[in-house]
């Protein structure tokens, strides 16, 4: 191993500190989440990651949408799907600033609660995302979706990493759901298939077609 990538090279939030909600307190946030919602209501869900390729709930319409204030951005510690406690992942989220293009989704009132109760358990094992209403502009027309963004205040939220140790972790990092550089990847040809460019998370991927650094 290539010791200027390791781990112990850059600080990484402390094993210890990670906490999985209770099903109280998840019950609690997905209840805050649809406060307002009345049963004969769609909802509309904003992905922007493995949502784009794998949303695990049936919808009748999608649409690509794009939302100011946020960009998709590798700012996630994974430390169960894509990674562990001991040698997290990182995945995306939607940090503050910019824009992101992604994709919405629109689940059908009599589904809403069975989905959004599984959705929340695959989302939010943390409380590393913030779920918020926020308008998107789609070609048919603006929508309020639902989307996951990223919760600064927690040792989930990812700082001052090299774009070296970026890549060493993508490339070694491996969770419940598989290898991060799988994650990485998917999420990139989901969105070249849909027509969402990404420049950021193209040269990624480009680095990442590189071999690895050897010790």
């Known amino acids: 191993m290539n010791t200027a990538y390791s781990p112990a090279a850059q600080s990484l939030p402390s094993p210890a500190s990670f906490r999985l909600l209770t099903e109280a307190e998840r019950k609690a946030s997905l209840q805050a989440a649809l406060a307002h919602w009345k049963p004969d209501q769609d909802v509309w ?41 001991d040698q997290p992942g990182l995945v995306f989220g939607l940090d503050v600033g910019g ?17 959004m109760e ?7 094992p943390s409380g590393a995302y913030i779920p918020k209403w926020i308008n998107c502009r ?6 309020s979706a639902l989307a996951f963004t990223m919760n600064r205040n927690t040792d989930a939220y990812v700082r001052g990493l090299s774009n070296e140790h970026l890549l060493h972790i993508v490339r ?13 990847l998917e999420t990139a040809d989901a969105l070249k298939r849909s027509n969402i460019h990404d420049k950021r998370l193209q040269a990624l991927v480009g680095q990442l077609a590189r071999p690895a ?3």
């Open 118 to 124: 599984a959705l929340w358990r695959r989302e939010m």
């Open 138 to 143: 789609t070609d048919q027309g603006a929508i």
């Open 172 to 184: 070694n990092a491996h969770g419940s759901y598989g290898p991060c550089v799988e994650y990485v």
């Open 45 to 85: 869900v904003y992905g922007y990651g493995s949502l784009i390729w794998r949303p695990e709930f049936d919808f009748t319409e999608k649409r690509i949408a794009l939302l100011h204030g946020y960009h998709r951005a590798l700012c996630l510690w994974s430390r169960v799907n894509r990674g562990t406690p």
């Open 99 to 115: 824009s992101c293009r992604g994709m919405a989704f629109r689940i059908p009132a009599a589904s809403v609660p069975a989905d």
């Open 213 to 215: 650094p050897s010790a």
